[in-house]
């Protein structure tokens, strides 16, 4: 865990409010769930996956409740979704930190922000496509160019079914090829044995049955109108069928966006796809869902990486220099602030040229400087501090008036 500081968590502001644009424009409306939830809301998450087994912070608390840190969004949207039974479609989207008893490494931590959306209550193959192109348009957004879409279906339960059984045979027969972890995995889930990136697995990997073999009908035509959408908008994908999303109540889409600059072990900004059974397993009625999580920190190296999507600047518009005292400052930061104009001041009692020096380093535009002169005539010195221009004398009911002129 770590702190974030200017102007780094400026950008981290920046980054969630180009999210909320992106997709309040479609029609998404922000969630805002709690931190910490009963432990059976993610319980039904991570089965026999990590996050359960040794990745959630989990304790009991003062009145003796079994609760847990948010590990992801999903189940707690799913969980929303059933307190509150909203009209659906029901299309939200969150940002914030989850929590994950992880291995820290570059771009790893226990407490990580993403940003998500997640669709509740249709399973039309269209709001697949939009909720991919949402992930895409925003990483667009942000000047990502070298992001990969990666895209599969797991088809129904039953022909997962099939295709997990299909794996379990395939690795069993050639269990001396794979890694001692990769068949403790085999154990709790064939399909995760997919996401070893281990040097030993990569080719028994690549030589299993793939999850097409086994889509009936229905599937393969959702599949096919996905593809058909993401095509006519002109989205570039790659079907990658080893691509699996562990846990057991994913269905039908799949997908993920991967960092081209980043380090293929470590490279997945985000990803998400289709669910079914999780709202059933926290009390509710059947209902399908579908979305994504982006990582802030993985997408911001992508970012940094590509030399897009930069700090915003911190510079203020206004530096108020004051040798009188301080009192001139306050009152003139002030209107100027109401006035809709960023504004700093010096405190301290500073000397006019410490002063002067903290204008410079605010990055400001104009300095107005009040010193005894102009405090005993009711006026104030404006003065450019980039890009040449003379400094003058205004009357300090004109003060704004010519602040405006010479930002505009
Ligand atoms: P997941 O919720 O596991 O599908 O993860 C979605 C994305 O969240 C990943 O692709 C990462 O970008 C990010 N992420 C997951 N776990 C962490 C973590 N421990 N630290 C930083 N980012 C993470």
Redesign the pocket.
Known sequence: MRDILAPESARWRRFVDVFAEVVEAAGYGPLITPLVEDSGVFAGVGEATD?VLKEMYRFTDHGGRDVALR????ASACRAFVEHRPPTPWKVWLSGS?F?Y?R?QR????Q???VDIEVLGSDDPFVDVEVIALGWRFLQRLGLRQVDLLLNSLGEPAERDLYVDALRVHFDANLDALSPASVTTLERNPLRVLDSKRAEDVELIAAAPTIDQFYGDVSAHHFGVVCDGLDSLGIPYRIEPRLV?GLDYYVRTAF??AGGTLDSAQN?????GRYDGLVEQLGGPQTPGIG????????LLACDDEGVFASPGTAVDVFVVDTTGGEHALVVAEALRAAGRSAERAFDRRSMKAQMKAADRSGAALAVIIGADEAADGTAVVRPMRGGGEQYVVARPDLLAHVDALLT
């Open positions: 996050i590990p992801e969004f999903t989850n994950r992880e820290p771009g790893r931590y226990r990580f922000d993403q999303r993920e966006f997945a900004l985000g990803g998400g994504f999580a982006l990582g802030v920190d993985r997408t």
